[in-house]
């Protein structure tokens, strides 16, 4: 009953690990005693915040990658086949937004918020199957591998983030679907998680306008914004051993935004 809620011993995969909503989850599956490969654009910050968690006696190893590239998956593709056999958990929380309206984006920057947020996700889970199959068959295995995409509630709303934002973020929603059908009788479950706002440095500078801050408030029921920690401790949930039922759901960590709606 004890590990029902933990990833201790995992092997886990996190994209985007470096700053808000992926750091919180790197730090929360690390203190929890999984094996972490985490993935960033970023060297510099990458190899700051390994050194963290090392020094707290954690287990953090990372790759320096751009996955909104062909090359940059490959990378990490090829780096996790060389250090792994078999890959427990793997979480897409690399993301990114430029907010327009939908006549004046450019079509290359259309591409590069859906190259991130949606294109990054399909490849680089198909490409990892193999891995999240052995350790979904590995003996003592009961809980199976487990996948979890960080969507947003722009994926299942109309909230002023931007259209190509939305579009990627509903495509991991049905991504998640698609792929918990496809992949159950392997042993590999896979859900994603839909934030409303939640305290990052994507999200700093459209919070500091006070009068949006406060239209954000006044539709959330619980009344703030929420914190790192809140998501992560819902994809940790969805990759222990407590959720071994639980696949193809998205889990919106909102507030209650989506029952009032905007």
């Not at 290359?108 to 947020?117: A, F, G």
């Not at 994603?192 to 999200?203: D, E, F, K, Q």
Request: aromatic share 8%.
């Amino acid at each position: 009953m004890s590990n029902l809620f933990s990833v201790n011993g995992k092997n886990a995969l996190v994209t985007g690990g470096t700053r808000g909503i992926g750091r919180a989850i790197c730090e929360l599956f690390q203190a929890q005693g999984a094996a972490l490969q985490v993935v960033a654009r970023g060297e510099e910050e990458l190899v700051r915040r390994l050194e963290e968690w090392r020094a707290t006696g954690g287990k953090a190893d990372g790759i320096v990658a751009d996955v909104s590239t062909s090359e940059g998956r490959w990378k990490v593709i090829h780096s996790l086949r060389e250090r792994w056999e078999r890959l427990d958990i793997f979480v897409n929380c690399a993301g990114t937004n430029i907010r327009r309206k939908s006549v004046d984006y450019t079509i290359e920057e259309y591409r590069h918020i859906i190259d991130t947020n949606a294109t990054a996700a399909f490849e680089l889970s198909r490409h990892l199957f193999p891995l999240l199959r052995n350790a979904a068959q590995s003996a003592g295995n009961s809980s199976g591998a487990s996948v979890v995409f960080i969507g947003s509630t722009a994926g299942l709303s109309t909230v002023p983030t931007g259209a190509p934002y939305a579009m990627s973020k509903a495509a991991l929603d049905q991504l998640t679907r698609y792929l918990a059908v496809e992949w159950a009788s392997d042993g590999i479950r896979v859900n994603s998680v839909a934030p409303w706002y939640i305290r990052t440095p994507l999200v700093e500078g459209v919070l500091s306008d006070e009068l949006y801050y406060n239209t954000v408030i006044d539709r959330t029921p619980l009344g703030r914004i929420g914190e790192p920690i809140e998501v992560a401790a819902a994809t940790a949930f969805l990759c222990a051993a407590g959720a071994s039922f639980i696949t193809g759901q998205t889990i919106a960590v909102d507030g209650g935004f989506l029952a009032k709606g905007m």
